[in-house]
Protein backbone atom coordinates (compact mmCIF):
# COMPACT_ATOMS: atom_id res chain seq x y z
CA UNK A 1 0.00 0.00 0.00
CA UNK A 2 1.52 3.62 -0.66
CA UNK A 3 1.55 5.60 2.02
CA UNK A 4 3.26 8.73 0.47
CA UNK A 5 0.91 11.88 0.20
CA UNK A 6 3.59 13.94 -1.41
CA UNK A 7 4.60 14.06 -5.34
CA UNK A 8 7.65 13.21 -6.37
CA UNK A 9 8.61 17.06 -7.58
CA UNK A 10 7.48 18.21 -4.29
CA UNK A 11 8.75 16.02 -1.65
CA UNK A 12 12.35 16.92 -3.90
CA UNK A 13 11.30 20.34 -3.38
CA UNK A 14 10.51 20.01 0.55
CA UNK A 15 13.34 18.23 0.70
CA UNK A 16 15.57 20.52 -1.22
CA UNK A 17 14.46 23.77 1.61
CA UNK A 18 15.56 21.40 4.51
CA UNK A 19 18.91 21.72 3.27
CA UNK A 20 18.54 25.02 2.35
CA UNK A 21 17.37 25.73 6.36
CA UNK A 22 20.43 23.83 7.37
CA UNK A 23 22.41 25.97 5.12
CA UNK A 24 20.92 29.14 6.25
CA UNK A 25 21.82 27.65 9.92
CA UNK A 26 25.47 27.56 9.22
CA UNK A 27 25.98 30.42 7.48
CA UNK A 28 24.22 32.38 10.87
CA UNK A 29 26.77 30.26 12.64
CA UNK A 30 29.76 31.49 10.94
CA UNK A 31 29.05 34.99 10.97
CA UNK A 32 28.58 34.78 14.20
CA UNK A 33 31.90 33.01 15.00
CA UNK A 34 33.17 35.92 13.33
CA UNK A 35 31.67 38.29 15.10
CA UNK A 36 32.58 36.74 18.46
CA UNK A 37 36.33 36.78 17.04
CA UNK A 38 35.84 40.13 16.25
CA UNK A 39 35.09 40.76 19.61
CA UNK A 40 31.26 41.58 19.18
CA UNK A 41 29.90 39.37 21.28
CA UNK A 42 26.56 40.68 21.33
CA UNK A 43 26.11 40.31 17.24
CA UNK A 44 27.68 36.78 18.06
CA UNK A 45 24.91 35.64 20.57
CA UNK A 46 22.04 37.52 18.38
CA UNK A 47 23.39 35.19 15.38
CA UNK A 48 24.05 32.09 17.15
CA UNK A 49 20.39 32.25 18.34
CA UNK A 50 18.95 32.69 15.01
CA UNK A 51 21.42 29.98 13.61
CA UNK A 52 19.20 27.80 15.85
CA UNK A 53 16.26 28.92 14.92
CA UNK A 54 17.38 27.94 11.23
CA UNK A 55 17.94 24.60 12.24
CA UNK A 56 14.61 24.61 13.69
CA UNK A 57 12.92 25.45 10.18
CA UNK A 58 15.43 22.77 8.99
CA UNK A 59 13.41 20.04 11.69
CA UNK A 60 10.04 21.64 10.30
CA UNK A 61 10.92 20.29 7.22
CA UNK A 62 12.25 17.25 7.82
CA UNK A 63 8.61 15.82 10.28
CA UNK A 64 6.99 17.34 7.48
CA UNK A 65 8.26 15.26 4.77
CA UNK A 66 8.00 12.24 7.08
CA UNK A 67 4.38 13.02 8.35
CA UNK A 68 3.53 13.13 4.56
CA UNK A 69 4.89 9.82 3.99
CA UNK A 70 7.71 10.84 2.17
CA UNK A 71 11.35 9.99 1.83
CA UNK A 72 13.78 12.20 3.76
CA UNK A 73 17.14 12.79 2.17
CA UNK A 74 19.93 14.31 4.62
CA UNK A 75 22.57 15.43 2.11
CA UNK A 76 25.65 17.36 2.51
CA UNK A 77 24.95 21.16 3.48
CA UNK A 78 26.83 23.47 0.97
CA UNK A 79 29.74 26.04 2.78
CA UNK A 80 28.36 28.85 4.28
CA UNK A 81 30.80 30.95 2.34
CA UNK A 82 33.43 34.10 3.22
CA UNK A 83 32.97 35.38 6.43
CA UNK A 84 31.91 39.65 6.04
CA UNK A 85 34.68 42.33 5.94
CA UNK A 86 32.50 43.92 8.74
CA UNK A 87 29.15 44.53 10.50
CA UNK A 88 27.71 46.42 7.67
CA UNK A 89 28.34 44.05 5.03
CA UNK A 90 27.61 41.08 7.48
CA UNK A 91 23.84 42.69 8.21
CA UNK A 92 23.77 43.30 3.91
CA UNK A 93 24.53 39.58 3.88
CA UNK A 94 21.64 38.81 6.10
CA UNK A 95 19.43 40.37 4.50
CA UNK A 96 20.51 39.41 0.74
CA UNK A 97 20.40 35.85 2.32
CA UNK A 98 16.61 36.45 4.09
CA UNK A 99 15.12 37.60 0.53
CA UNK A 100 16.60 34.68 -1.27
CA UNK A 101 15.33 32.59 1.17
CA UNK A 102 11.69 33.49 0.78
CA UNK A 103 11.92 33.16 -2.87
CA UNK A 104 12.26 29.93 -2.03
CA UNK A 105 9.87 29.60 -0.05
CA UNK A 106 7.33 30.97 -2.78
CA UNK A 107 8.67 28.41 -5.37
CA UNK A 108 6.89 25.86 -2.48
CA UNK A 109 3.93 27.77 -2.29
CA UNK A 110 3.85 28.21 -5.93
CA UNK A 111 4.19 24.51 -6.59
CA UNK A 112 1.51 23.01 -3.75
CA UNK A 113 -0.82 25.31 -5.38
CA UNK A 114 -0.54 23.79 -8.72
CA UNK A 115 -0.66 20.38 -7.26
CA UNK A 116 -3.67 21.50 -5.12
CA UNK A 117 -1.85 19.91 -2.33
CA UNK A 118 -3.47 21.56 0.77
CA UNK A 119 -2.02 20.48 2.98
CA UNK A 120 1.44 21.27 1.75
CA UNK A 121 -0.04 24.91 1.23
CA UNK A 122 -1.17 25.09 4.44
CA UNK A 123 2.16 23.76 6.42
CA UNK A 124 4.11 26.78 3.98
CA UNK A 125 2.06 29.25 5.36
CA UNK A 126 3.97 29.30 8.74
CA UNK A 127 7.09 29.85 6.63
CA UNK A 128 5.66 33.12 4.54
CA UNK A 129 5.08 34.14 8.20
CA UNK A 130 8.22 33.70 9.45
CA UNK A 131 9.93 35.24 5.98
CA UNK A 132 8.11 38.20 6.27
CA UNK A 133 9.36 38.32 10.04
CA UNK A 134 12.98 37.80 8.90
CA UNK A 135 13.07 40.04 6.15
CA UNK A 136 12.11 42.68 9.23
CA UNK A 137 14.42 41.24 11.99
CA UNK A 138 16.93 41.94 8.85
CA UNK A 139 15.71 45.34 8.19
CA UNK A 140 15.83 46.44 11.69
CA UNK A 141 19.39 45.36 11.55
CA UNK A 142 19.98 47.50 8.53
CA UNK A 143 18.65 50.38 10.07
CA UNK A 144 20.62 50.11 13.30
CA UNK A 145 23.78 49.79 11.43
CA UNK A 146 22.47 52.63 9.41
CA UNK A 147 22.05 54.91 12.44
CA UNK A 148 25.80 53.57 13.85
CA UNK A 149 26.91 55.35 10.66
CA UNK A 150 26.87 52.06 7.95
CA UNK A 151 29.98 50.95 6.30
CA UNK A 152 31.55 54.56 8.48
CA UNK A 153 30.36 52.95 11.87
CA UNK A 154 33.10 54.17 14.71
CA UNK A 155 33.98 52.05 17.15
CA UNK A 156 31.93 53.85 19.98
CA UNK A 157 28.71 53.42 17.56
CA UNK A 158 29.48 49.45 17.17
CA UNK A 159 29.83 49.24 20.75
CA UNK A 160 26.43 50.32 21.93
CA UNK A 161 24.88 48.30 18.71
CA UNK A 162 26.82 45.54 19.94
CA UNK A 163 25.84 45.74 23.74
CA UNK A 164 21.82 46.67 21.95
CA UNK A 165 22.17 43.49 19.92
CA UNK A 166 22.87 40.80 22.63
CA UNK A 167 19.32 41.53 24.05
CA UNK A 168 17.74 41.81 20.79
CA UNK A 169 14.69 39.65 21.00
CA UNK A 170 14.43 36.43 18.29
CA UNK A 171 11.23 37.79 16.79
CA UNK A 172 10.44 40.68 15.32
CA UNK A 173 6.86 42.89 15.39
CA UNK A 174 4.79 42.05 12.13
CA UNK A 175 2.39 44.70 10.83
CA UNK A 176 -0.81 42.53 11.36
CA UNK A 177 0.61 42.40 14.90
CA UNK A 178 0.53 45.67 15.76
CA UNK A 179 -2.77 48.21 16.56
CA UNK A 180 -3.66 51.79 17.44
CA UNK A 181 -2.72 51.54 20.69
CA UNK A 182 0.60 49.57 20.14
CA UNK A 183 1.96 50.90 16.81
FE1 LIG B 1 14.62 29.82 7.75
O1 LIG B 1 14.25 31.58 7.92
FE2 LIG B 1 15.77 32.63 7.70
O2 LIG B 1 16.34 32.01 6.21
Redesign the pocket.
Known amino acids: MNTNRLSDPLAKALNDQMTN ?1 AH ?1 AQIYLSYAAWASDKGYEGIANFLFRHSN ?2 RN ?1 MMKFLEYILKRGGKVVVTTIPEPGPDPASVNDCFEKVFK ?2 VE ?1 TAKIYKIVDLSLQEKDWATWNFIQWFVK ?2 TE ?1 ETMALDLLAKIKKAGGAKANADALYTLDNDLGKTPDDAVLAQDTSVENP
Open positions: ENEEHSENEQE
